[in-house]
């Protein structure tokens, strides 16, 4: 059980069926009245944020989040497949549940799998990725120069914006957050 009064940044609790994380949280004791606390919550599995007055004496059941690290093996059109390398276990997640940052991520690669009471709410891919470029334009002589970006195609089948120096074959580093070319590999 977790109590209002002893809010910190990043406890995350079950209320009203949802699961919610605490990101601001204000201790307020008026000058009349009775104290209360002030927060800014975020919904673990939908991501929307709220603002909450609470009693300091509210109580409500801690809620654990699990991330666990596990190698997306392949996709079989409906679902992905993800295998512990622990247990050897499958975890099974569909393609709704997946972000958009999920592009650049290719088969053997460790991704973090987010559930709660065994339901999975998110994948998380690794933060950077290496991939090799299968398509782009080749890059001219004297083009080096310039901020000028190209578009290319990496082995994942995703686009990327990449200077015009970079040619097919190479292999660069993306950022998934943003889709981003960092630099050569």
């Given at each position: 059980m977790?109590?209002?009064?002893?809010?910190?940044?990043?406890v995350t609790?079950e209320?009203?069926?949802?699961?919610?994380?605490v990101?601001?949280?204000?201790?307020?004791?008026?000058?009349?009245?009775?104290?209360?606390?002030r927060?800014?919550?975020?919904?673990?599995i939908?991501?929307?944020?709220i603002?909450?007055?609470?009693?300091?004496?509210?109580?409500?059941?801690?809620?654990?989040?699990e991330?666990?690290e596990?190698?997306?093996?392949?996709?079989?059109?409906?679902?992905?497949?993800?295998?512990d390398?622990?247990?050897?276990?499958e975890?099974?997640?569909?393609?709704?549940?997946?972000?958009?940052?999920?592009?650049?991520?290719?088969e053997e690669?460790?991704c973090?799998?987010?559930s709660?009471k065994?339901?999975v709410?998110?994948?998380?891919?690794?933060t950077?990725?290496?991939?090799?470029?299968?398509d782009?334009?080749?890059?001219?002589?004297?083009?080096?120069?310039?901020?000028?970006?190209?578009?290319?195609?990496?082995?994942?089948?995703?686009?990327?914006?990449?200077?015009?120096f970079?040619?097919?074959?190479e292999v660069?580093?993306?950022?998934?957050r943003?889709?981003e070319?960092?630099?050569?590999?």
């Amino acid at each position: 059980m977790v109590v209002a009064g002893d809010f910190k940044n990043g406890v995350t609790f079950e209320m009203e069926g949802n699961v919610l994380q605490v990101i601001e949280f204000q201790h307020v004791k008026p000058g009349k009245g009775a104290a209360f606390v002030r927060t800014k919550l975020r919904n673990v599995i939908t991501g929307a944020v709220i603002e909450k007055t609470f009693s300091p004496t509210d109580k409500f059941e801690n809620a654990y989040v699990e991330r666990k690290e596990m190698q997306y093996s392949y996709d079989d059109g409906a679902l992905y497949h993800f295998l512990d390398t622990e247990t050897w276990d499958e975890t099974l997640v569909s393609h709704d549940t997946v972000g958009d940052d999920f592009r650049f991520v290719k088969e053997e690669m460790m991704c973090k799998i987010v559930s709660y009471k065994g339901n999975v709410f998110a994948v998380e891919p690794p933060t950077f990725v290496e991939l090799a470029v299968t398509d782009t334009d080749p890059g001219f002589a004297g083009n080096t120069a310039t901020n000028t970006l190209k578009p290319a195609t990496v082995e994942t089948g995703a686009e990327v914006k990449v200077p015009l120096f970079i040619e097919v074959g190479e292999v660069i580093k993306i950022d998934t957050r943003s889709g981003e070319y960092l630099s050569r590999a």
